[in-house]
């Protein structure tokens, strides 16, 4: 693990970094500040100077084919939450992979897989939670942190260990190493997992069980304009399918596709 000052984006640094040299799988990259922070499709991240947790994470999902790369995503977010859930209530995720809390973001995470013949060869898991940011710029539309909603600091470095220590029960499971998984998918609400395909399932039910109005029909809009939707589920592609309140219609959307309309 490398602690660094100041970078551009941890991701663009590890990715950096691992062209100049192998580098072990779980090799970290923290910033206590990053000046060209970057989000999903091009959306930039905001934060102030060593106050949050900004960071990166080095993945060889060699289990993992190209069609089935989202799984990733439903395991940050899983530990993320899991690890916020120990310190504060109403914390959910907001497809694709967004943390909140009640209405507001508390996270967000930029995937960045290669891939090759079908597979994906390596990932770069970058990962912004706000932790005890005061205030935040006027111009951002929904933001919280951990300080604003406990009034208390938290320790950064204890937050980034729990995260890993949740993160790799997970993914050990699902890469097939013997040992790991169990517990944490037993904690999630499976009494014994003893396959791979049985830990994707775990995942997908913990994933949509988590997620942020999962119940009931809510107001969205695409490029056709304003509807109301319930969330059917969410594909291994990564994709949202909604079906639409007269329920005779299924609409599949990917990233940036579809916005939730705020209540």
């Known amino acids: 693990m490398v602690w660094l000052q100041e970078v551009d984006s941890t991701n663009d640094h590890l990715k950096e970094w691992l062209r100049r040299e192998p580098?072990?799988?779980?090799?970290?990259?923290?910033?206590?500040?990053?000046?060209?922070?970057?989000?999903?499709?091009g959306n930039g991240w905001s934060s102030e100077k060593g106050k949050n947790l900004l960071f990166s994470l080095l993945l060889y999902p060699k289990e993992l084919k190209a069609n089935e790369q989202f799984i990733l995503s439903r395991i940050a977010s899983l530990a993320i939450k899991r690890v916020l859930d120990r310190i504060t209530g109403d914390i959910c995720i907001k497809w694709p992979n967004d943390i909140y809390w009640k209405e507001k973001k508390m996270a967000g995470m930029l995937i960045e897989n290669e891939l090759l013949r079908g597979k994906i060869t390596r990932s770069v898991v970058g990962i912004g939670i706000n932790v005890n940011q005061r205030n935040f710029p006027a111009g951002l539309p929904n933001p919280v942190s951990l300080w604003q909603i406990t009034g208390i600091e938290h320790d950064v470095?204890?937050?980034?260990e729990s995260f890993l220590q949740e993160f790799f029960t997970l993914y050990g499971g699902l890469q097939g190493r013997s040992g790991e998984g169990h517990k944490g998918f037993a904690e999630l609400g499976m009494e014994q997992v003893l396959r791979r395909e049985e830990l994707r399932e775990a995942i997908d039910y913990a994933y949509m069980s988590s997620l942020y109005r999962k119940d009931g029909y809510h107001w969205y809009e695409d490029r056709d304009g304003?509807?109301?939707?319930?969330?059917?589920?969410?594909?291994?592609?990564?994709?949202?399918?909604?079906?639409?309140?007269?329920g005779d219609e299924e609409r599949r959307y990917a990233f940036k596709e579809v916005a939730y309309v705020n209540p």
């Not at 580098?23 to 989000?39: F, I, P």
């Not at 470095?157 to 980034?160: D, E, I, P, V």
């Not at 319930?230 to 309140?245: F, N, Y």
């Open 157 to 160: 470095a204890q937050l980034l």
């Open 23 to 41: 580098l072990e799988e779980g090799t970290t990259v923290v910033a206590d500040y990053q000046n060209r922070g970057r989000g999903q499709r």
């Open 226 to 246: 304003r509807f109301q939707a319930a969330i059917q589920e969410v594909m291994p592609s990564g994709h949202l399918v909604l079906r639409t309140l007269n």
